[in-house]
């Protein structure tokens, strides 16, 4: 069977295929109307050998990925709480809260009042433990004489030393946030005058749905505005803000990087080819790839995210290599003579699509969901637009010749300027590339700190920062994870790690603060009972009438009742049960407040005890991207390996002058990273995957045909090359680090290979 009815029913076939993924991409995107994913903690590594620490950090980042905290105010009470009422007036039907009825607080001690027997503060606890029965009677007779002089709730007889009254003021201390009439305040713990309205917003659905985001955004800045007005402060701090801002930088940046492109790729091809058909159709190759790489991606993962589609973007000047080759190699031909002319280019073509691929499937090597869904994404699309160039290109190219233009002839000449360089030359070149690369190892430095990556608005984390002073609550990127085998062995746990971090002066925010497991409130409650039969018979004597004093409640309080009151909401999320499995053991995290100073964390980190471990997350991935970083180094040299083995199939012991180039480019490319400054980490480790595939399509072509003469080769080449550095070479002005880092790898690397291929061809 002739190549041309092959290819016309492998058309016909793909044709089918294209139009399925066409509809999926439609029902996806318009009519279940869904929206590219943009948590940016989706594209970090789980940590497979700690999977507890990545669950636990998921349902904490899960439990305020709602919720948007807003402090008003900056002068007295009164101000703060009418730029309040402002600022939740212009928010309109936006559910919120700052007011807190009087219901609400009796609904707490109503709870709490039953089992107070059983709550003992730790200072409490260590009072009935030490001091005499005098000791008690004397502060007991003060507290009736001086009733405003501390915390009490209900009669004198009932709680005569005030151990309820101390133990929620105990609990009022873990929060800043006060209720002043009415309304929930706080103080700057810097300049005490200055107080703040605490709003809290609660988004209905999740704060990464783009749709929820642009609804709120107007009415979040009406009310911004509006408290702004009176003269207040307005810090706002959540989830939501910072998935919002990804979210337009990404949606810029597809724009950007698209458009900018998309429009370099068009004025290149109309001027090698001087036709829109070869415009349209290699534009129909990139569509067709980009498709047919959105729908594999949906199916294999679900759910595409926003710096997929960014990188994608970038895609388009390497699918746009295809279309290039085919029509530089088509030039000066007659319509009858391109099956003939593709039949010598398809092993040519082929093997350069494989290389590649190849680079593109090493990134889904490592444990990063983001990497792989773009190394799926990458891969597909490649191999789309394609076998979209091989199996339609020849059915709709035209009828008549495609004439050479003045631009074409002169682009594909440039290849003569290069010297063949004889052995004092090539001698001579490597010579000074390597005192290139003994300046960059001088200079080289390295780190793979995770907040490298950090990319979020200046303002938005100084905001962030901001409220983290006011509020002084607990940091998210250092906690305990405690499990145990039931409810109360994971509070009993709980309390003794509490107990730990006291003793080292850590301040801790544990479930256990206000859920003592039932052997402490048993134990406490006994405590207190035995104390107050020794202390009744002194407070008897000493005023002379007979006292009785309450008994001790029986009331306890258990977990399925504590989970589901009002009382548990300021540290219900930290209460993770079984994580989802009803198999598994309860879980819970306790978090940390000041505990950022180096010596606290080594004594955290030696801290040993069952069923509790320490997760440091900035440390842990930091370490996790280093890991990395040298695994995919190692991954480079085998990719190395297999295109050398890939290149010696078709060139055999001239494959070593396709594949040398690259591997020069990518050692020059770290190099001049280093010298400019650039702290090397993974991101700058991973794009040279890419450039392995890419340099190498350059050595294919040019030794295919190596002569100093042959135009068609190096104006392939250098389409090639242009695109993609109009493409990746826009990555490097993204606002995201790690794409950065990649478009700038690959601008650099790409440049490198394409200066160095020729030097390293055949002599005419």
């Known amino acids: 069977m002739s190549l041309e009815r092959v290819t016309r029913r492998l058309a016909g076939l793909w044709l089918v295929l294209v139009l399925a993924c066409v509809a999926h991409n439609v029902w996806y995107w318009a009519v279940a109307k869904r929206a590219p994913v943009t948590d940016m903690l989706a ?102 004489y001086q009733p405003v ?146 729908s594999v991606s949906l199916l294999v993962f679900g759910e595409l995210h926003l710096v997929t589609l960014v990188f994608g973007a970038s895609l388009l000047g390497v699918a746009e ?30 093997l350069a699509m494989a290389t590649t691929v190849i680079g593109y499937a090493l990134l889904a090597l490592p444990p990063f969901p983001g990497l792989r869904q773009i190394a799926v994404f990458s891969a597909v699309g490649l191999m789309a637009a394609f076998v979209t160039v091989l199996w339609w290109f020849p059915l709709l190219d035209g009828r008549g010749r495609l004439q050479p233009t003045r631009f074409a002839d002169w682009l594909g000449s440039r290849r003569a300027l290069w010297p063949a360089l004889g052995r004092r030359g090539f001698t001579i070149l490597l010579l000074l590339c390597a005192l290139l690369l003994a300046w960059g190892a001088s200079r080289l430095r390295v780190d793979d700190d995770i907040r490298q990556l950090q990319s979020a608005p200046t303002a938005l984390v100084a905001q962030q920062r901001e409220f983290a002073r006011l509020m002084q609550a607990p940091g998210l990127t250092q906690f305990f994870v405690v499990q145990g085998r039931t409810e109360q062995q994971l509070l009993e746990r709980e309390e003794a790690l509490t107990a730990r971090l006291r003793g080292l002066q850590v301040e801790a925010q544990a479930v256990s603060d206000w859920l003592p497991s039932l052997r402490r409130q048993r134990e406490d409650a006994a405590l207190a009972s035995r104390r107050a039969a020794e202390l009744q018979p002194l407070l008897s004597e000493r005023l002379g009438q007979p006292v009785v004093l309450a008994e001790a409640s029986r009331a306890e309080l258990e977990p399925k009742v504590w989970l589901a009151s009002p009382v548990s909401e300021p540290v219900r999320a930290q209460w993770l049960g079984p994580l989802g499995r009803p198999d598994a053991h309860f879980t819970s995290v306790v978090l940390l407040k000041n505990a950022e100073a180096p010596e606290t964390r080594e004594a955290l980190a030696a801290l040993q005890l069952e069923g509790v471990s320490r997760v440091d997350k900035v440390g842990e ?109 826009l990555l490097a002005l993204s606002g995201t680090p790690a794409l950065r880092a990649f478009g700038l790898t690959l601008l650099i690397g790409v440049f490198l290979a394409w200066l160095l291929t020729p030097f390293f061809m055949p002599h005419d």
């Open 43 to 144: 594209m970090l590594p789980r940590d497979e050998q700690r999977p507890l620490a990545a669950e636990a950090t998921q349902a904490l980042a899960d439990a305020g990925a709602r919720r948007i905290s807003v402090l008003i105010g900056g002068g007295t009470a009164s101000d703060a709480g009418r730029a309040a009422d402002a600022f939740l007036k212009a928010l309109g039907d936006v559910p919120a809260r700052h007011h807190v009825d009087d219901a609400a607080q009796n609904a707490w001690l109503g709870f709490y009042a039953p089992a107070r027997s059983g709550l003992l503060s730790a200072s409490a606890r260590e009072q009935l433990a030490q001091a005499s029965a005098a000791q008690l009677a004397d502060q007991a007779l003060a507290a009736l």
């Open 621 to 729: 991935v930091s370490q996790l991207l280093g890991r990395y970083r040298l695994m995919m180094s190692a991954v480079l040299a085998l990719g190395f390996v297999l295109t050398w083995a890939a290149l010696a199939w078709r060139f055999g012991r001239r494959a070593w002058r396709a594949l040398a180039p690259t591997a020069l480019a990518c050692a020059l490319t770290v190099a001049l990273l280093a010298i400019g400054g650039q702290v090397l980490q993974l991101f700058h480790i991973l794009p040279l995957l890419i450039l392995l595939g890419l340099g190498v399509d350059y050595g294919i072509f040019l030794l295919e045909q190596p002569g100093r003469r042959e135009t068609q080769p190096f104006l392939s080449v250098t389409l090639a090359a242009a695109s993609t550095l109009l493409s990746f070479g």
């Open 149 to 294: 002089g501390g915390p009490r709730v209900g009669a004198w007889a009932d709680d005569p030393i005030g151990l309820f009254g101390q133990w929620l003021a105990e609990r009022g201390r873990i929060s800043r946030v006060r209720v002043l009439d009415g309304r929930l305040m706080l103080n700057d713990p810097a300049a005490s005058e200055h107080s703040y309205a605490l709003v809290l917003i609660e988004l209905a659905g999740s704060g990464f749905e783009i749709a929820a985001q642009r609804a709120l955004q107007p009415k979040l800045d009406a009310a911004t505005e509006a408290a702004k007005q009176l003269g207040a402060q307005v810090i706002t701090a959540g989830v939501p803000l910072f998935a919002a801002a990804a979210s337009d930088q990404a949606e810029r940046e597809i724009h950007t990087i698209g458009l900018g492109s998309l429009v370099g790729i068009v004025a290149l091809t109309l001027l090698a080819f001087r036709s829109l058909r070869p415009r349209l159709l290699v534009a129909l190759s990139m569509a067709v790839g980009l498709t047919v790489a959105s």
């Open 321 to 350: 290599n295809y279309g290039s080759n085919y029509f530089s190699a088509r030039q000066g031909l007659q319509a009858s003579e391109r099956w003939a002319m593709l039949a010598r280019q398809i092993p040519i073509v082929s």
